[in-house]
Every structure is written in C-alpha cells, then in structure tokens.
C-alpha cells in the first residue's frame, strides 16, 4: 500500500516539476554574468542579491511555460513529443495549473515585497518579461521572426537583471555576445523544429524556410564567436589581456561545433535538451567555467 502510494506521490510530483520546466532554471546563470566577469562573484551582499533575483526570475518563467502550455494544449496534443507534457496529456488539469500559477505569483509577490521592493528597474524587467510572454502565448508565437526575437529576448532579459540587481555595468561585448548566441539558439530551435515537425502543429513554421532559418543561425553563431574572441582579447579591463581566459576562445568554437553536431541530427533543437543531454557539452562547459575561475579569482 505505501509502495503505491509513494509510487503516485512521486508521479505526481515529477509532473508539477515538469510543469514549472524546473530544467530550464539554468538559463538563469547569466543572470550571474555581470557579477562572475566582473570579478566579485565572491561579494556575499552581491551574490545573495544575485541569487534572490534567479529565484524570482525562475519563479516568473515558471509562470510563462505553465500559461503558455495552456494555450497550447490543443496544438500539443497532436505533436508526437510534446503530448507528453503534463497538460496536454491531461495528468495536470487547466484547472490545477491555473492554481500554480496563482501561487508563483503570491510567493513572488512576497519576495518582491520584502526583498526586490525598492529597485524598481528589476520591477520593471519582471512586469515587461511576464507581459512580453502572454502576448507571445496568446498570438505573437504565431508571427514570424517575432516569434524568434521573444524567443532570444528572455536570455537578453536576464543578463539585464544581472546588471540591475549588482549595479554592475554590461561590457558591451558580453551584450553583444549573448544577444547573437541568443538569436542563434532561438533560430537552431525554430530550424529543427522545421525539419522534424511531422504534424504541423506550429503554425508560424508555415512562414519560414528551412533556408532563411539554417543561414541566419549560422550567421549568428559567426556573430557570437567573433564578438567572444573580441571581448576576450580587447573587450576591456574585467576579462582582456588575461593570457588564461584567451585559451577559452578554441574552447568556445569546440563548444559550438559539438552543439551544432547535435542539434544537426534529430534534436529538437530545445538549448537546455541539448545541454543536458550531451556528456561532452557538460565537460567542455566545466572546463570553460574552471578556466575563468583560475584566471579571475587564483
């Protein structure tokens, strides 16, 4: 009895996680990018600061993947690989996922009463992320290359938090890095979902080719690479002229040209998938981050 009974409790608990897309968390490290290149990832006040800000921001997202599927659901239950996900498969009703939602949004009002109360600016770039995001679940998806740009934007949304929350200003080559990474990925997910769409469930493919989507990813991730190689070299006093942060440039186009194998086989395409997915992405990426440890903080 308790072995069925732990048995639904897990099920169960797996599938809320899995409704508030707990996985992609991770994109909310570069909130910690201004804080990390700017040397004073060691500054408790400003990283407890940091990480009061990814709490908050994870706790949004949750909110615009959960409102997002529910929109939807009738689209997602026709698709071979998104049926599976907690409401489009029924295992969580609209009903209850509305409850979630509510409940993200009371804690994160709490936290932004206590806590984030005073800097408005962070405010600011909660209330545009979240308004930005209904719009795109309730019609702007459905636009081409306005679709991709609210795609790439959420990365651009948190490197911005990163900066508010510090005070620490963005080295215009870190923005323009992750801007072109962020357009590179958006573009990766929307070309893969091209080509391996079988039901023709999202309709914004319909105003795409597979050729504009395969050229102007690869033209971003060209983008990406020469600006990192910049910023490394001559981007300015927290990163350049450290001989040690040189090495990562190679490190970087190894890191892309292992992400671009993957996702030129039959991956969705989905940045977090492909990270989590892949055994070498994850040592290539401790590697990365060891080498700015030693060349920043030893």
Not at 191 to 208: A, D, F, S
Not at 245 to 251: G, M, N, Q, V
Request: charged share 15%; proline share 2%.
């Amino acid at each position: 009895m308790n072995s069925e009974y732990n048995k639904k409790v897990k099920y169960h608990l797996l599938n809320y996680l899995r409704l508030l897309r707990v996985k992609h968390y991770i994109k909310n490290f570069i909130i910690f990018l201004p804080l990390f290149f700017d040397g004073q990832l060691l500054n408790y006040d400003l990283l407890k600061t940091c990480i009061i800000g990814a709490v908050c921001f994870s706790l949004l997202s949750s909110v615009a993947y959960i409102f997002n599927d529910i929109m939807d659901k009738a689209e997602d239950t026709k698709h071979s690989e998104k049926c599976k996900r907690p409401i489009a498969s029924g295992a969580i009703t609209i009903a209850r996922a509305y409850v979630v939602i509510l409940i993200l949004f009371v804690v994160l009002s709490v936290i932004c009463y206590f806590v984030v109360y005073d800097n408005l600016f962070a405010l600011l770039i909660f209330v545009l992320y979240i308004s930005i995001n209904v719009f795109y679940s309730v019609k702007l998806k459905h636009i081409p290359i306005v679709d991709v740009c609210i795609l790439a934007s959420g990365f651009f949304f948190r490197l911005l938090l990163g900066s508010v929350v510090t005070g620490i200003e963005i080295s215009s080559w870190l923005y323009l890095t992750v801007t072109c990474l962020s357009f590179f990925m958006a573009l990766g997910k929307r070309r893969n979902e091209m080509k391996y769409e079988t039901g023709g469930t999202r309709l914004v493919l319909h105003g795409y080719s597979y050729e504009f989507l395969d050229k102007f990813m690869y033209l971003c991730l060209t983008l990406t690479l020469i600006f990192y190689s910049l910023w490394v070299i001559i981007g300015g006093a927290d990163i350049s002229g450290n001989n040690m942060t040189k090495a990562t440039i190679p490190l970087a186009i190894i890191a892309c040209m292992r992400y671009c194998l993957i996702i030129e086989r039959s991956s969705s395409g989905d940045p977090v998938e492909v990270v989590f997915s892949d055994f070498i992405l994850k040592i290539i990426g401790v590697i990365f981050i060891g080498i700015f440890i030693a060349g920043l903080y030893v």
